[in-house]
């Protein structure tokens, strides 16, 4: 086999060892979302807030401004 081939395998390798892996964390945050709902809480909610927190301070504050700018146009407010 040549040295392409060989590193080739490697990463195909490497890839397929971290997909398990990505499988097994799939699971464990599905297990984590079922044990929060069998304590009452609101799923969606919960996702909302994981995706807030994963955005800059100041950003988010900018977004919340336009939603609410958007939303007192479109009568939702």
């Known amino acids: 086999m040549t040295d ?3 590193r ?3 990463h195909i390798e490497a890839a397929e060892r971290l997909i398990d892996e990505r499988k097994g964390l799939n699971e464990d945050i ?3 979302f079922a044990l ?13 807030a994981i ?11 900018e977004q919340n401004a336009l939603r609410e700018t958007y939303g007192v146009q479109l009568g939702l407010f």
Do not use: F, M, N, V
């Open 4 to 6: 392409g081939a060989d």
């Open 8 to 10: 080739l395998r490697l």
């Open 30 to 32: 599905k297990e984590r």
């Open 36 to 48: 929060a709902k069998s304590e009452g809480y609101d799923i969606p909610t919960i996702k909302w």
């Open 51 to 61: 995706k807030e927190r994963a955005i800059e301070r100041q950003k988010r504050d």
